[in-house]
């Protein structure tokens, strides 16, 4: 053949003949993958764009003179700190097989972050979020840019510098002083954007003083939500108002988790900035809710929704899911936080534990017999009934138990957790595309100490679901293949996955405490079946069905996708001191705080 001879034309000429016909031959749309990216997710994107300039007619937030003052804050606790007893699991050194096999695993993780990440860099630079289907974007968080904020500490967890650079060049073009947003999201601001100001922080020393500076933007913002007759934050505030200086007040129709769920985020910026307004802001919070645990309709657990406007907690649904989580999450990562300088977070978590396990928990029934637990709701009319729903959001009980099994020194609560965590996985397991869906009702076991598969029982269960009890068993085999139910599942009422991170958070979190190389190869299944169904040229994007392992996706990637879902697979495969437990606490945007009580 020609391209055989010797020659210093002809390589050259054969060289470039190859490249043409590589390029020409490639189907429309196609791109070579880069040297650097061996998953081959497709080309690094071009210099970040600058974001478009706001209008100036909007409104600009300057702080006006308090309506309700207060008048003597309360002081971060200054009482000695008592031990905290260690969470992580004594890890041996390993092999060489075995690390190559866990690095291997670490780096398809990072490689799908820089997918997504570069994705968000070349179409949604500087916006909240990157639409992956289309390249657009969303301004869904203030347009603050919260895809980059939220994703600065898993950039320096993941050793990617260069990135990081470019983040920390471009956040001081963010002006939290305005947004086109008619209502700020307290709870939402607070865990995305100053929590992830705190972990970046946190994480690098306070290397980067503009990170303590942008959090302290974030901070005075949010404080003015507080400005309130009962000092209870307006939780969807109204921030021109208060521009204005007019008055607001707090809602009386406030969700749980949007009340109880700012502990971590204040009380670090009093510990980092000595201001002691942000710790009273959230000890208020908690005083109130410490005092009314004992009087709900399901004592020691807070309902749904609460009357922040007169303190009064009527509401008669009780969950540990959305809506009411991360307040129960907050418990002992607050108390973890302070140092154990009170014992009040104990208290508290004592007593709702109690309640979780009498009120809450149930035993799944399952074909093989597996023992698996999930966390219900329950109304308070209707006695000790639980309504058996999973919910992906609920699957981040399993690690909150688990820490506060060893925090709390409750050991026998760490086959509870390491059940919870498992029943998560097995609702991943059991679905054609290995993903949990958002919500589904399971078929409780009689009894938890002893439950065999009952087929005939899971019918039942389902007719009960589709309110179709007298059309027998030919009814429920109908259901099933039509709403194409695995055993033990009685309905999907959700079947989406919006690429959460709750699931693998629990599955970490148990993976540091009890070193179970079971809980890596779980999240190795979880990560290839998520990274398969929802992959995209641009990103990753949330699909409509786990059912169906052709499901549609949509289009939307939210920022926890980067800054949690991602960070926590990355973690389980690195080597345990990386955001070690005993030195961190996560908040539930998976930002890393320094605890005060580790060492130095």
């Given at each position: 053949?020609?391209?055989?001879?010797?020659?210093?034309?002809?390589?050259?000429?054969?060289?470039?003949?190859?490249t043409?016909?590589?390029?020409?031959?490639l189907?429309p749309?196609a791109?070579?993958?880069?040297?650097?990216d061996?998953?081959?997710?497709?080309?690094p994107?071009?210099?970040?764009?600058?974001?478009?300039?706001?209008?100036?007619?909007?409104?600009?937030?300057?702080?006006?003179p308090?309506?309700?003052?207060?008048?003597?804050?309360?002081?971060l606790?200054?009482?000695?700190?008592?031990?905290?007893?260690?969470?992580?699991?004594?890890?041996?050194?390993?092999?060489?097989?075995?690390r190559?096999?866990?690095?291997?695993?670490?780096?398809?993780?990072?490689?799908?972050?820089?997918?997504?990440?570069?994705?968000?860099?070349r179409?949604?630079w500087?916006?909240?979020?990157?639409?992956p289907?289309?390249?657009?974007?969303?301004e869904?968080?203030?347009?603050?840019?919260?895809?980059?904020?939220?994703?600065?500490?898993?950039?320096?967890?993941?050793?990617?510098?260069?990135?990081?650079?470019?983040?920390?060049q471009?956040?001081?073009?963010?002006?939290?002083?305005?947004?086109?947003?008619?209502?700020?999201?307290?709870?939402?601001?607070?865990?995305?954007?100053?929590?992830g100001?705190?972990?970046?922080?946190?994480?690098?020393?306070?290397?980067?003083?503009?990170?303590?500076?942008?959090?302290?933007?974030?901070?005075e913002l949010?404080?003015?939500?507080?400005?309130?007759?009962?000092?209870?934050?307006?939780?969807r505030w109204?921030?021109?108002?208060?521009?204005?200086?007019?008055?607001?007040?707090?809602?009386?129709?406030?969700?749980l988790?949007?009340?109880?769920?700012?502990?971590?985020?204040?009380?670090?910026?009093?510990?980092?900035t000595n201001?002691?307004k942000?710790?009273?802001?959230?000890?208020?919070?908690?005083?109130?809710?410490?005092?009314?645990?004992?009087?709900?309709?399901?004592?020691?657990?807070?309902?749904?929704?609460?009357?922040?406007?007169?303190?009064?907690?009527n509401?008669?649904?009780f969950?540990?899911?959305?809506?009411?989580?991360?307040?129960y999450?907050y418990?002992?990562?607050?108390?973890?936080?302070?140092?154990a300088?009170?014992?009040?977070?104990?208290?508290?978590?004592?007593s709702?534990?109690?309640?979780?396990?009498k009120?809450?928990?149930?035993?799944?029934?399952t074909?093989?017999?597996?023992?698996?637990?999930?966390?219900?709701?329950?109304?308070a009319?209707s006695?000790n009934t639980?309504?058996?729903?999973?919910?992906?959001?609920?699957?981040?009980?399993?690690?909150?138990?688990?820490?506060?099994?060893?925090?709390f020194d409750?050991?026998?609560?760490?086959?509870?957790?390491?059940?919870?965590?498992?029943g998560?996985?097995?609702?991943?397991?059991?679905?054609?595309?290995?993903?949990?869906?958002?919500?589904?009702?399971?078929?409780?076991?009689?009894?938890s100490?002893?439950?065999?598969?009952?087929?005939?029982?899971?019918?039942?269960?389902?007719?009960?679901?589709?309110?179709k009890?007298?059309?027998?068993?030919?009814?429920a085999?109908?259901?099933?293949?039509?709403?194409?139910?695995?055993?033990?599942?009685?309905?999907?009422?959700d079947?989406?996955?919006?690429?959460r991170?709750?699931?693998?958070?629990?599955?970490?979190?148990?993976?540091?405490?009890?070193?179970?190389?079971?809980?890596?190869?779980?999240?190795?299944?979880?990560?290839?079946?998520?990274e398969?169904?929802?992959?995209?040229?641009?990103?990753?994007?949330?699909?409509?069905?786990?059912?169906?392992?052709?499901s549609?996706?949509?289009?939307?990637?939210?920022?926890?996708?980067?800054a949690?879902?991602?960070?926590?697979?990355?973690?389980?495969?690195?080597?345990?001191?990386v955001?070690?437990?005993?030195?961190?606490v996560?908040?539930?945007e998976?930002?890393?705080?320094?605890?005060?009580?580790?060492?130095?």
């Amino acid at each position: 053949m020609l391209c055989v001879r010797k020659s210093y034309f002809l390589p050259t000429f054969c060289l470039v003949f190859l490249t043409y016909i590589l390029f020409t031959s490639l189907p429309p749309g196609a791109e070579l993958p880069y040297i650097d990216d061996p998953a081959g997710y497709g080309p690094p994107p071009p210099p970040p764009h600058p974001r478009p300039p706001k209008g100036n007619d909007l409104i600009h937030y300057k702080k006006q003179p308090e309506q309700h003052p207060v008048e003597n804050y309360i002081p971060l606790p200054t009482a000695a700190p008592s031990p905290i007893p260690r969470i992580q699991y004594d890890f041996p050194a390993e092999s060489w097989f075995t690390r190559r096999r866990r690095v291997k695993k670490q780096n398809a993780v990072r490689n799908a972050f820089k997918h997504a990440w570069n994705g968000y860099k070349r179409h949604a630079w500087l916006q909240d979020e990157l639409s992956p289907l289309s390249a657009e974007y969303r301004e869904s968080y203030g347009g603050w840019a919260a895809t980059l904020v939220d994703s600065l500490d898993s950039l320096i967890v993941m050793g990617l510098t260069d990135e990081l650079e470019d983040a920390l060049q471009a956040i001081e073009q963010i002006d939290f002083s305005t947004t086109s947003a008619t209502q700020i999201n307290v709870f939402e601001t607070n865990i995305r954007y100053l929590g992830g100001f705190l972990g970046a922080y946190d994480l690098t020393n306070g290397s980067y003083p503009i990170l303590l500076k942008k959090a302290t933007e974030v901070a005075e913002l949010l404080y003015g939500a507080f400005d309130t007759r009962n000092r209870m934050p307006q939780s969807r505030w109204e921030w021109t108002r208060s521009a204005l200086g007019m008055g607001i007040q707090p809602s009386r129709n406030t969700i749980l988790a949007e009340l109880g769920s700012l502990n971590l985020e204040f009380t670090r910026m009093s510990q980092l900035t000595n201001d002691p307004k942000y710790f009273d802001a959230i000890q208020r919070i908690t005083d109130r809710l410490e005092t009314a645990q004992s009087r709900t309709q399901v004592p020691g657990l807070w309902p749904m929704m609460v009357d922040a406007h007169d303190m009064e907690f009527n509401d008669p649904r009780f969950t540990v899911g959305g809506m009411a989580d991360s307040t129960y999450e907050y418990l002992p990562k607050e108390h973890m936080l302070l140092g154990a300088q009170t014992d009040q977070y104990r208290k508290m978590y004592n007593s709702a534990m109690d309640s979780i396990k009498k009120r809450l928990l149930f035993r799944g029934m399952t074909k093989d017999g597996k023992d698996i637990m999930f966390p219900g709701n329950v109304r308070a009319t209707s006695k000790n009934t639980i309504e058996p729903q999973a919910e992906h959001l609920k699957c981040f009980l399993g690690g909150t138990v688990g820490i506060g099994a060893r925090v709390f020194d409750r050991p026998e609560e760490l086959s509870i957790a390491r059940k919870l965590t498992d029943g998560c996985i097995w609702a991943y397991d059991i679905m054609p595309t290995g993903i949990m869906p958002e919500a589904l009702y399971v078929s409780a076991c009689k009894n938890s100490d002893d439950c065999e598969w009952d087929e005939q029982k899971w019918h039942h269960d389902i007719l009960r679901r589709f309110a179709k009890y007298s059309q027998g068993e030919e009814a429920a085999r109908t259901l099933i293949s039509s709403h194409k139910l695995p055993p033990g599942v009685t309905e999907i009422p959700d079947a989406r996955y919006n690429l959460r991170p709750e699931a693998i958070e629990s599955v970490f979190i148990m993976y540091r405490i009890t070193g179970d190389k079971e809980l890596q190869d779980a999240a190795w299944r979880m990560f290839r079946s998520i990274e398969k169904m929802t992959l995209t040229r641009y990103a990753h994007a949330a699909i409509s069905d786990v059912r169906n392992p052709h499901s549609t996706q949509l289009d939307y990637m939210e920022s926890f996708w980067l800054a949690e879902t991602l960070k926590y697979f990355y973690l389980i495969f690195s080597e345990p001191h990386v955001v070690n437990l005993d030195e961190y606490v996560l908040n539930t945007e998976a930002h890393p705080f320094r605890r005060p009580d580790a060492p130095t």
